[in-house]
């Protein structure tokens, strides 16, 4: 097969022999997330640049390096609009919540997409596409941290209902606008002296994103973030608080959690509670998520505090094979025509 005929790199056909282990998470996520109230939404592929980027923030890998952004075609004024694919779906919801002026419903809305395509110009690596799907679940207009566990919880369940075993819960509180500022002022202070040592790539994020110092995987830096001040030993009393209810209520929820203080997310719209779950095996992310309580302002909305995560269902999926979980046969339908199937008889 000629080269220019094969996919794009990053890009993957979904096969019909795929297709099981589509629908088998999609109907037990489907399912479960309504159990607790979520509803479906779909939001366009395409959005104003600027959706994405006010709210990843500037200095983060998607809005610098990933997205697929372009001018359209002028309008009739000769107007032209930088759009982009999608690279996430929070953004894309929060936008449509107040759009549809849903802060004026009964609060928490409670919403979720499945198998929504992103779109990141990642570098080519195992596990890495550049087109993959997520189902995820936002909550919005509630800031008791009940619902930050209950949220947790149901997506435990969600991976224990599609068989999976050995999933890590990893969460942790990077703090809000209060303390957050001061915590980056001493992880500053503490990675100065050292910076010389650090990677080309530390060196960047200590003057864009300092918070990424911590997620850097570079084995000759792994020393000085073992070091590093650590965030949870930095919170204000109020987030400190948030945090340690947090905590109660999913051990209420018989969540197996683990805090690890260098989730710090690669988005910058977090606030408060963030987590992933990861494969205990090779450590890889199968789902992040977080608190972003300061979001709709950014879109000049009122106040709504809000928490979701977002599952990579083709990640989910190599965890389910490597596994060895089957989805189940699809059951027997009844014919369509039961009628013309007699009359073959
Ligand atoms: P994220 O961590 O960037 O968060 O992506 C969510 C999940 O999508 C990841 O944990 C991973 O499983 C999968 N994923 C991300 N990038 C790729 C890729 N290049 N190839 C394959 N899988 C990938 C978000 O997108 C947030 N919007 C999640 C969220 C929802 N936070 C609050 N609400």
Redesign the pocket.
């Known amino acids: 097969m000629p080269e220019q005929y094969r996919a794009l790199q ?1 890009f993957k056909d979904i096969l019909p022999e795929e297709q099981p282990y589509w629908r088998f998470i999609e109907n037990t996520a489907s399912e479960i997330a309504s159990l607790y109230g979520y509803q479906r939404i779909e939001t366009p592929l395409l959005e104003e640049t600027s959706v994405f980027r006010r709210t990843s923030g500037e200095g983060t890998d ?1 809005v610098e390096h990933e997205m697929y952004s372009f001018d359209d075609r002028a309008d009739k004024e000769g107007r032209r609009q930088n759009i982009s694919l999608r ?5 894309s ?1 929060v936008r449509a919540y107040l759009e549809h002026g849903m802060f004026k419903m009964a609060q928490p809305v409670k919403l979720y997409y499945m198998s929504m395509p ?1 779109f ?1 110009r ?1 570098r080519p690596q195992a ?4 087109e ?3 189902f ?3 909550a919005l207009g509630e800031s008791d941290p009940a619902i930050d566990a209950e949220l947790i919880g149901m997506l435990y369940q969600i991976y224990t209902n599609l068989g999976l075993k050995n999933i890590r819960v990893n969460v942790n509180s990077i703090g809000d606008h209060n303390c957050r500022p001061q915590y980056i002022e001493k992880l500053k202070a503490y990675y100065e002296p050292l910076l010389a040592e650090c990677c080309n790539d530390c060196q960047t994020r200590f003057s864009k994103n300092p918070l990424r110092l911590l997620d850097c995987k570079n084995p000759q830096d792994q020393a000085k973030i073992a070091a590093a001040p650590r965030i949870t030993d930095n919170l204000c009393e109020p987030c400190q608080e948030h945090f340690d209810t947090v905590k109660r209520y999913l051990a209420f929820y018989d969540v197996p959690f683990e805090i690890d203080t260098l989730i710090v ?3 910058d ?2 606030t408060r509670t963030v987590f ?2 990861t494969s205990e095996i090779d450590k ?9 309580d300061g979001m709709a302002e950014i879109f000049g909305g009122p106040h709504t505090p ?11 999926i190599l965890e389910l094979k490597r596994q060895g979980i089957v989805p189940p046969q699809r059951r027997n339908r009844a014919p369509l025509w039961p009628t013309l199937g007699r009359a073959r008889k």
């Open positions: 990053g998607i690279p996430e779906g929070t953004a919801v992103m990141r990642e596990g890495r596409l550049r993959h799907h997520q995820g679940c936002e997310r690669g988005l719209y977090y992933e779950f890889v992310a199968l789902n992040g998520g977080g608190r972003y809000g928490i979701g995560f977002g599952v990579g269902i083709e990640r989910v």
